[in-house]
C-alpha cells in the first residue's frame, strides 16, 4: 500500500481489531485521489474467509475471486443526476438480509456516497443502525459535508491525508494539468483535483484569492466586490476562511504556500486574522444553512473588512 495511506490503514486495523468492530465505515479521501487502494483492501479483507495477521490471506475461495464477488454488494449512482436511488437501497438493503453465499461477511459498498439523497440516506438509517450480523457498510466520500448529520453520525469515519507532492506531481503529469493550479486547489479548497473535476469553482476560488490581493494592495474593495455579484457565497467563504488560516499560520512558520506567494506580507496581525475569520464564518453559516444571502452584501462586507485590516498594516 502506498505509504501516505499506511496512518488511515492503521485506524482501519485498529477498528477491525477493538471489541466492537465497526459495522459501518466512512472512508473520507481527496477528491479524485487514490483511495480505492485502500477501499478495496478493506473490502477484501471484510470478505476473506481466513484473514492472516489482519490482512487478506490471499488463498481462500473468497479472495481468489478476481471478477464481481457475489458478496459485495455496490452501490453506485445512476441516471443522468448522478444520484444513487432509493430504489437501489432498497434492493441491497434486501440483499443484506439474505446469507452471504461465500459464508463469509458481506460487504455493502456506497461510492460516492456523498451521491446519496435524502430519500437514500434515510432509507439507510435503519441498517446501517443495526445492520444485520456478518453485513459491513464501507462509504466513500470525498465530501463528507454532503452527507446526511444523522447518518454520519453511525459511521466509523477514517480520513486519508492528502497526498504528499510528489503524488501531486505525479496526477498533474499525467491528467496534463499545471502542478500549480492544483497546489492552489488543495490550499484553497482541499481539492487538488477541483481544477480538472470541478473547474467553475476552482475559478470562483482563485478569483477570490485575486480579489483578496487586490485589495491587500490598496484597490477599493466595492469596486472589487462587483464582479461577485452573482457568486457562490459558500465557496466564497471557504476560500477565504482558508486564507485567513494560511495567513495565521504564516506567522508562526515561514511555510510558504500558495496563499503567501499571492499575497505579500507583512499581514494583519493574529488577532484581526481571528476576528476577521468570525466574520467570515458568519456567512459561511447561513450559506451552509442554505439561508437566501445577498451575495454582493455579503461579501462587500467581508471584502471591506479584509480591506479595512489591510490598512492597519501598510502604515
Ligand atoms: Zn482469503
Not at 26 to 36: E, K, M, N, W
Amino acid at each position: 500500500m502506498s505509504p501516505w495511506l499506511a496512518s488511515s490503514w492503521r485506524l482501519v486495523l485498529e477498528g477491525l481489531q477493538s471489541k466492537a468492530a465497526p459495522h459501518a465505515w466512512c472512508i473520507v479521501h481527496p477528491p479524485g485521489v487514490i483511495a480505492s487502494e485502500l477501499t478495496d483492501r478493506l473490502v477484501r479483507l471484510l470478505l476473506c474467509l481466513n484473514p492472516i495477521n489482519h490482512e487478506p490471506c490471499d488463498q481462500c475461495a473468497s479472495c481468489q475471486i478476481r471478477e464481481t464477488h457475489p458478496d459485495l454488494v455496490l452501490i453506485e449512482p445512476e441516471g443522468a443526476a448522478g444520484m444513487i436511488r432509493v430504489d437501489s437501497i432498497r434492493n441491497s438493503i434486501h440483499i443484506a438480509y439474505t446469507t452471504a453465499s461465500m459464508g463469509g461477511q458481506r460487504v455493502v459498498f456506497v461510492r460516492p456516497a456523498d451521491c446519496l439523497n435524502q430519500a437514500s440516506s434515510n432509507a439507510l438509517l435503519k441498517v446501517v443502525e443495526e445492520p444485520p450480523s456478518g453485513t459491513v457498510f464501507i462509504f466513500q466520500t470525498a465530501l463528507p459535508g454532503k452527507l446526511l448529520p444523522t447518518l454520519v453520525s453511525r459511521l466509523r469515519m477514517v480520513k486519508v491525508p492528502s497526498p504528499t507532492l510528489e503524488i501531486l506531481e505525479k496526477t498533474s503529469q499525467s491528467l496534463g494539468i499545471s502542478l500549480d493550479d492544483m497546489m492552489l486547489a488543495e490550499t484553497l479548497l482541499v481539492e487538488p483535483m477541483a481544477v480538472k473535476t470541478d473547474p467553475e469553482k476552482f475559478a470562483l476560488a482563485r478569483d477570490v484569492l485575486t480579489a483578496m490581493a487586490r485589495i491587500r494592495n490598496g484597490e477599493d474593495s466595492q469596486m472589487v466586490v462587483k464582479s461577485f455579484a452573482k457568486t457562490d457565497a459558500l465557496i466564497a467563504s471557504v476560500v477565504m476562511e482558508r486564507v485567513c488560516e494560511k495567513l495565521i499560520r504564516a506567522q508562526f512558520d515561514d511555510a510558504s504556500n500558495p496563499v503567501t506567494a499571492t499575497l505579500a506580507g507583512p499581514y494583519p496581525s493574529v488577532a484581526l486574522l481571528y476576528q476577521f475569520k468570525e466574520r467570515i464564518a458568519e456567512v459561511k453559516k447561513q450559506a451552509q444553512a442554505g439561508i437566501a444571502v445577498n451575495v454582493g452584501l455579503a461579501l462587500g462586507s467581508l471584502f471591506a473588512a479584509w480591506g479595512f485590516i489591510c490598512t492597519k498594516v501598510q502604515g
